[in-house]
Every structure is written in C-alpha cells, then in structure tokens.
C-alpha cells in the first residue's frame, strides 16, 4: 500500500516538472517572437510546432513514467508545474534570454553592417569616374534630335485633337 503511494508522488512529482518543461518550452516560443518579427503564417506554424512537441514529450513521459496510463494527478501535476513555473520563473527567463538575444543581435550587426557599409563606399568612390562617363554618354546618345522632337509634338497633338472629338461626339449624343 505505501509503495502504491510513493509511485503515485514520485509520478506527480515527475508531472509537475513536466509541466515546468512544458513551460519552458512554450517560454521559448515567446522569446522568439519577441526577438524576431515574423509573419503571421510562422507564428501559426510555430504554434503547431509547439503543440506537437508538446504532445510528443507528454507522450513519451507518459508511457516512460506512468506505462500510458492517465491519472488525474498526471493532470493536476502537469497543471501545478506549469502554473509554478508561469507565476514564478517565467519573467525573469524570457527577460533574460530576450536581453541576451538583443545583445547578439546588435553584436551581429555591427560585425556585418560597418564592413558592408564600408565596402559600399569604398565601391561608390572606386566606381564614381565610370557613373560619369557612363550618365555624360547616355545623355549625348539618348539627346533627342530636333526632328525627333517635332514629330513626338505632332503626335501628342494628333492624340489630343483625337480625345477633343471622341469627347465632343459624346456630349453631343447625351443631349
């Protein structure tokens, strides 16, 4: 008899640290997204992520601990150790990791940003005397001549006296 109830608490309190897990498992999600934005469509596939991995361990403690019975104390253990971890841990975990992700990633970014940024320039100052050339003879070959422009006149005017008939036409049949 005594031996039943030391399975039983040694089950609980194997469940209740699941819970914890399961806590911190969902914690990490959190901190994900608080670091990264992400599109809508990750954040619905992370969710299911999270519950299949969920599912999995719970499965996998289950059958581990318990020979895949389901007891109401698994529950309540579950329950207990996620809630405990929630009002207790969980601020100061996703503060902390949140901060620390922060920290790599502005890290990061200076290490790739100022070479990038530096390669830029020096690009723009090597490349500068071909743009030069390159927009001074765009500019002689792409010069319109002046019949060009005479003829791009003639037909912006054809096109409007066109517009001026369409349009009196339709005046003069809605009258």
């Not at 990633?105 to 200076?110: A, D, E, F, G, Q």
Request: hydrophobic share 50%.
């Amino acid at each position: 008899m005594e031996n039943t109830i030391l399975l039983q608490l040694y089950s609980f309190f194997i469940f209740g640290i699941s819970g914890i897990v399961i806590g911190i498992l969902f914690d990490i999600f959190r901190i994900l997204r608080k670091s990264f934005r992400t599109p809508d469509i990750v954040t619905y596939i992370e969710d299911v992520l999270f519950w299949l991995l969920t599912g999995f361990f719970l499965l996998f403690v289950l059958f581990k601990i318990n020979d895949g019975e389901i007891r109401i104390y698994n529950i309540v253990g579950i329950l207990l150790g996620s809630i405990l971890y929630m009002l207790t841990i969980s601020k100061y975990f996703i503060k902390i990791n949140v901060s620390v992700i922060t920290f790599i990633k502005n890290i990061l970014y200076h290490i790739l940003i100022y070479p990038a940024k530096l390669i830029s320039f020096l690009l723009r100052k090597i490349c500068k005397p071909f743009t030069f050339f390159v927009i001074n003879i765009k500019k002689i070959t792409l010069k319109p001549s002046k019949k060009q422009k005479k003829e791009k006149k003639h037909k912006k005017m054809q096109k409007n006296a066109r517009e001026g008939r369409i349009l009196k036409t339709n005046v003069e049949k809605y009258k």
